[in-house]
């Protein structure tokens, strides 16, 4: 099946500091990958879609010059918290689907998550 | 107008029973349906998809669809408490968006 695997885990950054988040989709090409937010007990917020050479498209309300998405291959997704503050701690999760004609081809695969504690 | 919607929850089953998630869309344009299941600070996991009416198996789990109703469904049967987990209703139309539900907590009381 469809794997993601995304990196770091987790990670502990001072505030100010930038931080990157990767997403690989291991065994198929994702054209299309998604960037979610997460806070406890809440529900996923679709932060991004980024799609493979081109722009991402930013959900409302989200900074797209603080959270900054390159997508520079098809397999390849990364997401750069800049300046990063306390209030970005959360939980950052992507996630992808093939992007051929398949049974499966609307199927989200999601990463592990990225949780990120800013100090 | 949100557009998957589920109840929140929490729903308690006795273990043994069977666990009864509901979801409604609101997109009569929406395709593909899907339930995730969600662990406390994990990530979702694929349970099943759906893309026709009717029912759709697969071991302890049984997802319904209804498109003249825009309803969807998940059945768990002989629930266990490590089902315990928050459950994610989805939609697309055309898999470049997809909604979700904010999620339907379940607990399973051994």
């Known amino acids: 099946g469809a794997v993601v695997s995304q990196h770091p885990s987790w990670v502990i950054c001072k505030s100010g500091t930038s931080v990157k988040i990767e997403c690989r989709s291991l065994d198929f090409q994702a054209t299309t990958m998604f960037w979610y937010r997460q806070f406890p007990k809440q529900s996923l917020m679709l932060m991004a879609t980024s799609n493979e050479g081109s722009k991402a498209t930013y959900e409302q309300g989200v900074e797209k010059d603080k959270f900054l998405i390159n997508h520079a291959s098809l397999t390849l997704s990364t997401l750069t918290v800049t300046s990063a503050h306390p209030e970005d701690s959360s939980f950052y999760i992507c996630?992808?689907?093939?992007?051929?004609?398949?049974?499966?081809?609307?199927?989200?695969?999601f990463g592990a998550g990225s949780r990120l504690t800013v100090l | 107008q949100k557009e998957v919607e589920q109840n929140s929850g929490p729903l308690s089953v006795p273990e043994g029973a069977i666990a009864s998630l509901n979801c409604t869309y609101s997109d009569r344009g929406s395709q593909s349906f899907f339930w995730y299941r969600q662990y406390s600070g994990k990530s979702p996991e694929l349970i099943m998809f759906?893309?026709?009416?009717g029912d759709k198996e697969d071991g302890r789990f049984t997802a319904q669809l209804n498109k003249a109703s825009q309803y969807v469904s998940l059945l768990i049967r002989d629930s266990q408490p490590s089902d315990s987990a928050t459950y994610l209703c989805a939609a697309t139309a055309t898999g470049n968006q997809f909604y979700f539900g904010t999620g339907t907590s379940l607990t399973v009381i051994p």
């Open positions: 759906i893309y026709s009416n």
């Open positions: 996630s992808a689907r093939p992007g051929t004609r398949s049974s499966g081809a609307n199927v989200l695969t």
